[in-house]
């Protein structure tokens, strides 16, 4: 298993402004995700946080408004930019463990845009 | 984008009563997966399946793999309060994404 840790755990912003979110593993992994989860649904995945290469987008997100550092095998942020209302959810970080076909959740970060 | 269809959307059951949630698909997934998540809390990993036909018994909660790696079950046995959750099935396919069903909400009533 995986003990990952997201910093802050919750926050409330203003609109227009920006938020980086942490995201620490206790070990190096290779996999690293980024969810959001809209209030009352299930989990949509962001983005695939590659070490050494830009971050895998899915459908709906882009760089410009999720930016995402991946600067070694146990760290990840995910900015969100220019925020408003719609961006309110909470966002949770994933670690694929190797060889188990398991993903590992950190405790999330609910954000609340003004 | 590989679809997981959970059913029911929600549960309320008087503690002591057994439960069973259902995590169905159209498409064949490598691994299957089901979480709980309490509120303010990120999802907790209660097992992972990978084999078709597979059965997984984690003392009152089992779980059980379609033969065809298409669908997914949770039973619950006796259920407590404490057993009260979000529960999500995700299914895993081999560029280690998820696709994660909309979720079962579990109310057990003391």
């Known amino acids: 298993s995986a003990v990952i840790s997201q910093k802050p755990s919750r926050d409330i912003c203003q609109r227009g402004t920006s938020l980086t979110i942490q995201c620490q593993v206790d070990?190096?992994?290779?996999?690293m995700f980024w969810y959001r989860q809209q209030p009352g649904q299930s989990l949509t995945l962001i983005a695939t946080?590659?070490?050494?290469?830009?971050?895998?987008?899915e459908s709906g997100f882009v760089i410009d408004k999720f930016p995402i550092s991946r600067p070694n095998l146990t760290f990840s942020t995910l900015t969100v930019s220019n925020m408003s209302p719609e961006d309110s959810s909470i966002y949770l970080c994933?670690?694929?463990?190797?060889?188990?076909?398991?993903?590992?959740f950190g405790p999330g970060t609910r954000l609340t845009v003004l | 984008t590989q679809l997981l269809e959970q059913s029911p959307q929600f549960l309320s059951i008087q503690e002591g009563e057994n439960l069973t949630v259902y995590c169905n698909s159209s498409?064949?997934?490598?691994?299957l997966q089901w979480y709980r998540q309490e509120p303010g809390e990120g999802p907790v990993l209660l097992v992972t399946?990978?084999?078709?036909?597979e059965v997984k018994k984690l003392k009152r909660l089992t779980f059980q793999f379609g033969d065809a790696r298409k669908d997914s079950s949770l039973h619950i046995t006796a259920a407590q309060p404490g057993d009260t959750g979000l529960y999500l099935c995700?299914?895993?396919?081999?560029?280690?994404?998820?696709?994660f069903g909309a979720g079962t909400t579990v109310t057990v009533r003391a």
């Open positions: 995700a299914g895993g396919s081999n560029d280690y994404k998820l696709s």
């Open positions: 399946v990978v084999t078709g036909g």
């Open positions: 946080a590659n070490q050494g290469s830009e971050a895998t987008y």
């Open positions: 498409s064949v997934f490598s691994s």
């Open positions: 070990s190096q992994v290779t996999m």
């Open positions: 994933s670690v694929e463990v190797a060889s188990t076909d398991t993903q590992y």
